[in-house]
Each structure stands twice: as C-alpha cells, then as structure tokens.
C-alpha cells in the first residue's frame, strides 16, 4: 500500500467551508491528515468535518470571522487538543468588493486587507512557533493572478492585498528556512468559487474569451497544487507563487 502523502501531519486550513478551501480539506483528510478547519459558516463545517471524519482521520472546527484577530490563538488551541502539533497551515479564506477607485471607502479597503492580508500574517504568526518545536513546516497562501496583473474585475484592494501576500511568503520564507520552514503561495487565476458567483455575466464572458484552456478551473485543481506544496513532494521548494490560471497569464 502506499505511503499517504500527510499521513502522521495535522493542518489547519482557513476558509474552509466552501470553493478551495473545502476541497483542500478533503483532499488533504484522503492522504492522511488530521485537520483544524475554519470558517464562518458553522453548518458547512460540521458537514465537511463528518466527510473528513469518514476519510479516518481526526478533524476540529472552529467557526469564526478570518478578520477577527482571536482566531488564531483558538486555531492553536484546537490543534494543541487535537494531536498536539502543526505541520501545515493553508489559508485559503478571501474576499473580494467591487467598488471602484473612486467610490471606495477606508472602511471597505480595510475589510478587504484584514481578511486576505493581515489574518494570514498573525496566523502564520501563532503557528511558526510551533513548527520551530516540530523541526519545521509548511505554510501555504492562496494568493491570486490579480498580485501580479491588473484585475479591473475587483476594487484595487483586492490586488494589493493578495500582492502584499506574495511578497509575504517571500519574507516568511527568507527569515524562516533555516528552521526547516517552507512557504510557498498559489496565485489562481479564474476559478469556479462563491467570489466568481458575484461576476457579473459580461464580466464572465470576458475573462472566458482570455483563457487558453477555454474553461473556468476548479476548485479541486487548485486543493492539488495545495496538496504538493503542503507534502515532501516540495521539500526543496519556498518562496515561490505559482501562477495557475489555464494559461490566462503567464509568468515569467
């Protein structure tokens, strides 16, 4: 039989009740590991919960707001009761406004920096420690196409927050790879999630017409790449941001 690929690792992933984040769960219970899951929505995680469960696995949730800044000490906590370790950390929870330049608000920019960039960041900050303890980890971002290219799709927000993400992973990287830590970000292009759901149809026919592969990926595309980037198959792997976006953009 083959070796799972985290059998024997606890992870926590956030946003995960929908879109990536679920689909990174389930992924991730089938190659063995236990999971803390997080999100806002308490009934879709008490389902994912039961379908991890079934996988043979251990499995916590903690249902909360990303941007609330006490979430991360109760996402510890529940590993610490769970198997008493980290390995691996997954943040998958965003968001995304609409607003124009012009018509945004400070209040609507922050809301937007707090989930996609300031809850990863205090996360990543309560969870190092304890990988250090481990001898190491690895630390995953959902990060986006737009840190790198105009999305005219979103308020300006949105991109800057999932840029100040990438440059995030490359810092965490650099200050934590001699202790065996591994930080990498994925950088989605359009992917079938409940923010694609808000698009409005011209705005989908729009980015249909720019993609090569000719199709909208799925969410279980991006929880595979998650899954490399979370095991041993990337051990000699940190820093980067993987462009994965059906050919949309393309990184040099």
């Avoid at 330049?101 to 309560?126: G, I």
Wanted: with cysteine; aromatic share 4%.
């Amino acid at each position: 039989m083959n070796q799972k690929l985290l059998a024997g690792k606890t992870a926590i992933i956030t946003g995960a009740s929908s879109g990536i984040g679920r689909a990174s769960a389930l992924l991730f219970a089938r190659e063995g590991a236990s999971l803390v899951l997080t999100a806002r929505n308490r009934k879709n995680l008490e389902t994912l919960k039961a379908q991890c469960e079934a996988e043979g696995v251990l499995c916590a949730v903690a249902a909360g707001d990303a941007a609330d800044l006490t979430m991360p000490q109760k996402l510890v906590d529940a590993a610490a009761a769970l198997t008493g370790r980290i390995d691996i950390l997954l943040c998958s929870a965003g968001m995304a406004l609409r607003q124009p330049t012009l018509a945004m608000t400070p209040e609507e920019w922050n809301q937007v920096m707090e989930v996609n960039l300031t809850a990863p960041a205090f996360l990543a900050q309560k969870v190092i420690p304890v990988m250090q303890r481990e001898g190491g980890g690895k630390i995953v971002f959902i990060s986006s196409t737009a840190a790198k290219n105009v999305n005219m799709g979103a308020s300006p927000s949105y991109g800057a927050s999932k840029a100040g993400l990438v440059y995030l992973t490359r810092h965490l990287a650099t200050e934590f790879a001699a202790d065996h830590i591994y930080v990498n970000a994925i950088c989605p292009g359009p992917v079938e999630t409940e923010i694609t759901k808000t698009w409005t149809k011209e705005h989908r026919e729009s980015v249909m017409k720019n993609l090569p592969m000719g199709q909208m990926g799925q969410p279980e595309n991006i929880a595979d790449t998650a899954l490399f980037l979370a095991s041993p198959l990337s051990d000699y792997m940190t820093g980067e941001s993987l462009m994965q976006n059906g050919g949309r953009y393309m990184d040099a």
